[in-house]
């Protein structure tokens, strides 16, 4: 019982200081554009900002307090426990084959749950400010291709979870962890080679005058441009990106051809500059040491819980379940992987500084300042968001920020 009050109450301040924390973002979106952006900057699109924050504010709202609702209501009822009795008693007992089935059925009802949201997410609110270029049949094959991916890779983690622990008992985490480590280096090799395919086209940069300044740029820093490609990121939102991924043979600096449409030569320069830097200071590969370092503490912890039966009581289980345990643990330990979650976001801001000024070095900053004013546009971007809320979540500086440390502000 008071595991359960205790997760209850996690899960109710979770969501209180989250809705806190969104609503002072949306009064510190200004009515009025920063003043050192007034020349620079497109004011109808800035008031437009302000409508596109207040419409996805109230959506958040109404979806979160439904699924807060539920999540209490799962939890205070013992829902999960009386599914893990229901499965037991008609489909099977097996100590791997159970909690497979007993994921699955969670993962494919949560999220058969959340089409409406998604749906009206995508098909009303980003349609309406012009960003969805996404069709109803991609929409479901999307969703079917990711149920595919999901059950396919949850699968064999979790498969390997669960015999590893049915094996060794406590002494799982060890291996655990080799495994898992081993699997997210061949994920984030093979990221852009193997996954992105699968609902991306990538294609090399066609000849011509954009190939041919990108190549002279490449070669003053020595990247291959071999590794360089444009994603169709047009068939589904008509936002623009651009991000680099891999190391070795396999890194890749891919470009959205939303981007190359929005922007000007020198712009996109810049901004695969910018890629470059995150390439040249090792920023893949310091994210990758991290999280895996993140995780040997993540299971390390865990360790201690996986067989205690009163987490699987607190759930409303009869018996010491592994899923209710890790359900329970995922919940109890949430407090700690926010805190870890912040420490990433830091470090991401500092390494997108770094970006930043090794574009402006190698390169120019100018057309980099430019290009992240264009893009945030273009993105209905809130410029001015709470600090608390930039603080905790926030993976990138705000515009301002970034203008200001290229010293264009
Ligand atoms: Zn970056």
Do not use: C
Not at 123 to 132: L, M, P, R, S
Not at 253 to 259: G, R, S
């Amino acid at each position: 019982m008071t595991i359960l009050w205790i997760i209850i109450g996690l899960v109710a301040l979770s969501y209180g200081w989250g809705r806190v924390l969104s609503w002072l973002n949306l009064r510190a979106h200004g009515r009025d554009l920063p003043e050192s952006l007034k020349d620079r900057y497109d004011a109808d699109k800035y008031a437009q900002s302000y409508d596109y924050h207040l419409t996805n504010y109230r959506f958040s709202i109404f979806q979160g307090l439904l699924s807060f609702i539920l999540t209490v209501m799962v939890l205070a009822f013992g829902w999960f426990g009386e599914l893990d009795g229901w499965l037991r008693a008609n489909v099977t007992d097996h100590a791997i084959g159970l909690p497979l089935v007993f994921f699955g059925v969670i993962y494919i009802l949560s999220d058969v749950m959340s089409w409406p949201f998604q749906w009206y997410h995508t098909f009303v609110i980003e349609e309406k400010f012009g960003f969805n270029k996404m069709t109803p049949r991609l929409f479901v094959i999307d969703k079917l291709k990711g149920y595919l991916m999901g059950i396919i890779l949850g699968g064999v983690i979790l498969g390997a979870l669960l015999w590893l622990v049915d094996s060794l008992g406590e002494g799982f985490w060890i291996w655990f962890w080799v495994f898992i480590s081993a699997f997210m280096l061949f994920m984030t090799f093979f990221y852009t080679s193997i996954f992105l395919p699968i609902f991306n086209k990538l294609t090399p940069l066609e000849e011509g005058e954009l190939r041919a300044a990108i190549l002279k740029y490449a070669q003053s820093v020595n990247f291959p441009l071999d590794n360089i490609f444009v994603m169709d990121g047009s068939k589904r939102s008509a936002k623009a990106n651009a991000f680099f991924s891999g190391f070795g043979k396999q890194k890749k600096i891919v470009l959205y051809d939303t981007l190359i449409e929005k922007h000007s030569q020198e712009e996109l320069v810049a901004v695969l500059a910018h890629e470059v830097g995150h390439y040249k200071r090792n920023h893949v590969k310091q994210s990758l040491v991290l999280s895996l370092l993140q995780t040997g503490v993540m299971l390390f912890v865990l360790s201690r819980f996986v067989l205690s039966p009163e987490l699987s009581y607190a759930l409303g289980g009869e018996v010491q379940a592994i899923h209710l345990n890790l359900i329970a643990f995922g919940l109890l330990f949430s407090p700690i992987s926010s805190v870890l979650g912040v420490g990433m976001n830091l470090l991401s801001r500092k390494n997108e500084y770094e970006a930043d000024h090794y574009a402006a070095t190698t390169y120019a900053a100018a057309p980099l300042g430019e290009a992240l004013i264009k893009l945030n546009e273009n993105h209905l971007s809130n410029l001015t968001p709470h600090p608390w809320h930039v603080f905790l979540n926030y993976s990138h500086p705000t515009l301002l920020q970034r203008l200001a440390h290229l010293k264009m502000n």
